[in-house]
């Protein structure tokens, strides 16, 4: 089992940043890697960032040279930081683990960014 507390949302103008903060705890020596989704109304839930545990990275398109996703291994924490947002970012932002030879997901209870224009 693992637990996934994300902070860090809120509202922002256009052209501001936030970082948000994922902590994990409980099973986490099997964890293979971590990442942000996002879900915004009336649309799917789809992946921004992804980091392994041996930190390659790879990024939705749309946040390429923006965002940037980074891990602290000592406090078990998943950053996300966010650069020039954009209003199309505002969405619901979820932390993800998977874990295990399964690749069993976790999921955060999702912490809100609002992007006023």
């Known amino acids: 089992q693992v637990q996934l507390v994300e902070s860090g949302g809120g509202l922002v103008q256009a052209g501001g940043s936030l970082r948000l903060s994922c902590a994990a705890s409980?099973?986490?020596?099997?964890?293979?890697?971590m990442g942000w989704y996002r879900q915004a109304p009336g649309k799917q839930r789809e992946l921004v960032a992804a980091i392994t545990s041996g930190g390659s990275t790879n990024y939705a398109d749309s946040v390429k040279g923006r965002f940037t996703i980074s891990r602290d291994n000592a406090k078990n924490t998943v950053y996300l930081q966010m650069n020039s947002l954009k209003p199309e970012d505002t969405a619901v932002y979820y932390c993800?683990?998977?874990?295990?030879?399964?690749?069993?997901?976790?999921w955060g209870q999702g912490t809100q960014v609002t992007v006023s224009s």
């Open positions: 409980g099973s986490i020596f099997s964890i293979n890697a």
């Open positions: 993800n683990a998977q874990h295990g030879v399964f690749k069993v997901s976790y």
